[in-house]
């Protein structure tokens, strides 16, 4: 191991590595602070080359890689494993924002970048790159693209996979796929580039990438929504999309204890209505020009009694406070403790079935447990979370929680969805994906990881 470290240090150069227990310690736990491990070294290569090397060195000496973006993952997927033996690969020094073509709407950016920077850069040639998430301040488009993440903007623009033109990737022999491409139609054999893209780093480093930009939408309306019914959600979603066709660039629905959670935990977090509703939705559209376009929308669905009350964002102060609250919501639920948190999709039209259903199940299950919902309506995906009451023993909890879970997860694959939306399988949900993805998916999945990483070298323990 020693000659390796030494190897890995002459490899990235002076300032970076650290190898300092109390400057690695941060990067050692996962955002929740649930999952902790161990690594001898942290590396910060600056090229592709570097990043290249590190691999070849360590195949060589039989040492397992773990690739860390931005750390906000939560499925600790970027925490390495306990044994103390996984060099710890940060891409934090590649961040360059190499080029921006605003007349081939892409950009060539390093895995590195910070997801808001890169928001910033398309805006300043008057474009949109529209990947948007609570952690975009600190999580990177290599994290990003890793996880496959999805957002608050996917009901108009996909997830993290159809932001992608091509990339550049770094395999488990240390070769480099070349395939930082900006096209948009490109059918010559396999597309490589979408095997990586959600991979969580088990099948190739992702160094670089060009993204697809999106003439800026321009003036955008913001509204918060008061409802009685979830169901009332996915209905006025689908009237809203008949008249506003595409415009409709967010629609996300919260449950009332959420928000009780924003205002008891982020400090000045206030709801614009003096009384509580059960549910709300928060919708952004483009206007078009048209700045009555959502209140007109809105009003013929209140005609409906979809809508019980409104706050209709008169400035882009007030919209801004009002996706505060939006994106808080992790922020406040970690202040919150350790619920248990699934991220699970159902197709939306059986959405409210499952809310109903799960209610049920959760009652029986144990019904002191509180319901902590919220999600992304148009992509059928809800952060479907329950926090246990603190009276029993902690191992009590956990064997109450691990039930609770796996009912959830039935439910949910009998509704023909998926235990794992948007945030990926990571360390925490490996099990269920040998559960939920039999047969020849998992098989198949196997044969790829064995194909592409013969010696295990990449994120070993994620995953599958
Ligand atoms: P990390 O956490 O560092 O890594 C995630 C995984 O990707 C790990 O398996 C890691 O090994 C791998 N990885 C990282 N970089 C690379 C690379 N260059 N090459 C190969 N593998 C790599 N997620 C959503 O999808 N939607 C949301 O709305 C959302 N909201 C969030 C809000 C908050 C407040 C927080 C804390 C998280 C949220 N997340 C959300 C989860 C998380 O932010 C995303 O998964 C994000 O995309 C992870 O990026 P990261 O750079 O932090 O990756
Ligand atoms: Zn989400």
New binding site residues.
């Given amino acids: 191991m020693t000659t390796l470290l030494d190897q890995l240090k002459t490899i990235v150069g002076a300032g970076a590595w650290k190898t300092d227990p109390a400057e690695l310690q941060p990067r050692l736990t996962d955002?929740r602070g649930l999952v902790f491990g161990k690594t001898p070294i942290l590396v910060m290569p600056k090229s592709r080359d570097e990043v290249s090397e590190v691999v070849r060195a360590c195949v060589a000496a039989g040492v397992a890689i773990?690739?860390?973006?931005?750390?906000?993952?939560?499925c600790a997927?970027?925490v390495p494993g306990e044994s103390g033996e996984q060099v710890l690969l940060s891409?934090e020094k590649m961040n360059r924002i190499r080029h921006v073509d605003a007349s081939n709407f892409s950009m060539e950016v390093e895995?590195?970048c910070v997801l808001a920077d890169i928001q910033r850069a398309a805006r300043a040639v008057d474009r949109y790159f529209p990947l948007s998430?609570?952690?975009e301040g600190?999580?990177?488009i290599?994290?990003?693209?890793?996880?496959n993440?999805?957002?608050?903007n996917v009901i108009r623009y996909g997830t993290?996979r159809s932001l992608v033109l091509g990339l550049e990737v770094v395999l488990a022999d240390g070769a480099v796929l070349e395939g930082l491409r900006s096209l948009r139609k490109d059918t010559a054999g396999y597309d490589l580039k979408q095997l990586?893209i959600g991979s969580?780093?088990t099948l190739?480093?992702?160094?670089a990438a060009t993204l697809r930009l999106f003439p800026d939408p321009g003036e955008t309306a913001t509204a918060l929504l008061a409802l009685s019914d979830s169901g009332d959600a996915v209905r006025l979603l689908a009237r809203l999309r008949a008249s506003l066709v595409d415009r409709i660039e967010a629609f996300e629905l919260v449950s009332r204890p959420i928000f009780d959670l924003v205002e008891a935990h982020i400090p000045g977090a206030r709801l614009p209505f003096d009384e509580a509703y059960p549910w709300y939705v928060l919708i952004e559209t483009a206007t078009g020009g048209d700045p009555e376009l959502l209140e007109n929308a809105l009003s013929s669905a209140a005609d409906k009694s979809l809508i019980l009350d409104a706050a209709i964002a008169k400035n882009a102060k007030e919209a801004h406070n009002l996706w505060r609250l939006r994106?808080s919501i992790?922020?406040a639920e970690r202040h919150d403790g350790t619920g248990l948190k699934h991220d699970i999709s159902v197709p939306i039209g059986r959405m409210q079935e499952f809310l109903v259903r799960g209610e049920a199940q959760l009652a029986r299950l144990m019904p002191e447990a509180r319901l902590l919902v919220f999600g992304h309506v148009g992509d059928g995906n809800l952060h479907y979370n329950v926090a246990l009451p603190q009276t029993s023993t902690p191992e009590a909890l956990q064997e109450a929680g691990s039930r609770i879970t796996a009912a959830i997860y039935d439910l949910v694959a009998e509704m023909g969805g998926s235990f794992s939306a948007?945030?990926?399988v990571?360390q925490s949900k490996r099990s269920y994906l040998e559960k939920y993805r039999a047969g020849a998916e998992i098989n198949l999945m196997r044969r790829l990881k064995k194909a592409l990483d013969p010696k295990n070298t990449l994120?070993p323990g994620?995953v599958i």
Avoid: D, R
């Avoid at 773990?66 to 939560?74: A, D, K, S």
């Fill in positions: 955002w773990v690739p860390q973006g931005g750390n906000t993952g939560l997927g970027a891409m895995a590195g998430l609570g952690a600190s999580c990177q290599g994290g990003n693209l890793a996880t993440a999805g957002g608050v993290a990586f969580e780093g190739g480093i992702i160094t994106h992790a922020e948007e945030h990926g990571g994120n994620k």
